[in-house]
């Protein structure tokens, strides 16, 4: 991989906004226990930052989600690839993921838990390309809005690479 990077977060950037959403979500998850449901793979390094930086208990899940076709861009219908482990019925949910672009897998996630009567469905993005939605979903903790620029790192991949980073950047060029 030898795409020219632009460092747009760099590690303790991307800590600082953990941290801000870390805060918030103790204060509002107090007592509640909630199911930190991360969506396969991007979600991983944020969620494993959000989580140590949680201080009320927490259980972690994970599914994935993909978007029908393939590229660049992320189109079309999205389908749950891997499910959770556990029932989730009464429990209290935040769906974290990394970035939330056109908004589909978010939307699709949240619809397809809601129909198994958890008591909450919330979603947590680090980062946010909100020009880019095409439907409309209610993200409540959101890190950072950004450019619509392709982004890589901290969870974000091109051709499955890059997700190991550090920080976030974008690709020159994009
Ligand atoms: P959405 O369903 O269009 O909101 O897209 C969400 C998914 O698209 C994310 O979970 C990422 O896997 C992928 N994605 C969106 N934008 C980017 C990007 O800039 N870089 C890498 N992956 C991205
Ligand atoms: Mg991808």
């Keep these: 991989m ?3 990077l632009e460092i747009l977060f760099d590690a303790e950037a991307v800590e600082a906004l ?3 959403l870390a805060e918030r979500i103790s204060r509002d998850y107090a007592g509640r226990d ?3 449901v991360g969506v396969l793979k991007a979600a991983v390094p944020f969620l494993a930052d959000l989580a140590r930086a949680l201080t009320i208990p927490a259980e972690i899940d994970f599914l994935e989600a993909s978007s029908y076709g393939s590229g660049i861009a ?5 389908r749950i690839t891997k499910d959770l482990d556990r029932d989730i019925t009464a429990r ?3 769906i974290v993921d990394c970035i939330a672009d056109s ?3 978010l939307k699709t996630v949240m619809e397809r838990l809601r129909e198994r009567h958890p008591a909450s469905v919330e979603a947590a993005v ?3 390309k909100r020009v880019r939605r095409v439907v409309d979903v209610p993200i409540r903790y959101t890190g950072i809005a950004v450019p619509d620029r392709f982004l890589v790192g901290y ?3 091109k051709a499955q690479h890059y997700r190991n980073l550090p920080y976030i950047a974008a690709v020159r060029g994009s």
Excluded: E, N, Q
């Design 2 to 4: 030898d795409d020219d």
């Design 18 to 20: 953990v941290t801000g």
């Design 34 to 36: 909630p199911v930190l």
């Design 74 to 78: 992320s189109s079309g219908a999205v």
């Design 92 to 94: 209290h949910l935040l």
């Design 103 to 105: 908004g589909r897998t």
């Design 126 to 128: 680090l980062i946010d």
């Design 155 to 157: 969870g974000l991949d």
